[in-house]
Each structure stands twice: as C-alpha cells, then as structure tokens.
C-alpha cells in the first residue's frame, strides 16, 4: 500500500516558521524525486519545491525561494519542507508528492508527472 501523510500544518502569525514533513511508505523512497505542491482555494495547484533522489538536488519556486527548504532523509522515508519568514500569501493545503520519473532525476513542477500524493496539510498564516 503506497502511502504519503503530511503533517505539521496549522496557523501561524506572518513573519512565523513551520516544518511541514511527509512520511512514505509502501515504496522505495530512493528512486523518487519529491516535491511539495500547494493550492489555496479558488487557486490552481502550485508547485513549491522539489528534491531529487540522485543527488538531493533541491529546487524551489520564485515565490518561496530563500524562505522555503526541502529536504529528505530517504532511510527515515521522510521529507520535509522548512517554511521560515511566512507570509498571508502562503495560506493553502500543502501536499507531498513522489515522481519516479527520469528514475528519480525528474524534479519538475508539473503535478502530472507525479505517480503518488498525499491528502494535505493546511497551512494557515494570519495576524
């Protein structure tokens, strides 16, 4: 059973940090780049930041980039996202991703090119 469970959601004041993780199960984490995708409501899914399985190459969006870590510890089966300097704008359900694509090469932020997801964890930031 392939399984990915977010948590470590909830509501912050702006200028706050969170550490989002996601634990795998049911697979090998090894040969998956992971992502974090957001959505927030009446928005599009949007990908946040990504890390590959070769290298731990890491990647994120403009609009998070240098506030937003990925990281993943693959004998732990886990990866998470460090969400420091929060703004309102980050608000939306935050969800992990697993891509085997490019046999764990392909750290994209194209939401169809990932075989599993998680259900979500929301993050709320509001003064």
């Known amino acids: 059973q392939v399984q990915l469970v977010e948590s470590g959601g909830g509501l912050v004041q702006p200028g706050g940090s969170l550490r989002l993780s996601c634990e795998a199960s049911g697979f090998t984490l090894d040969y998956y780049a992971m992502g974090w995708f957001r959505q927030a409501p009446g928005k599009e899914r949007e990908g946040v930041s990504c890390?590959?399985?070769?290298?731990?190459?890491?990647y994120h969006a403009d609009s998070v980039k240098g506030r937003f870590t990925i990281s993943r510890d693959n004998a732990k089966k886990m990866v998470y996202l460090q969400m420091n300097s929060l703004k309102p704008e980050d608000t939306a359900v935050y969800y992990c991703?697993?891509?085997?694509?490019?046999?764990?090469?392909?750290?994209?932020?194209?939401?169809?090119?990932?075989?599993?997801w998680g259900q979500g964890t929301q993050v709320t930031v509001s003064s």
């Open positions: 890390i590959t399985s070769i290298d731990e190459s890491t």
């Open positions: 991703a697993a891509n085997k694509g490019y046999g764990g090469w392909g750290c994209t932020f194209r939401s169809y090119e990932y075989d599993y």
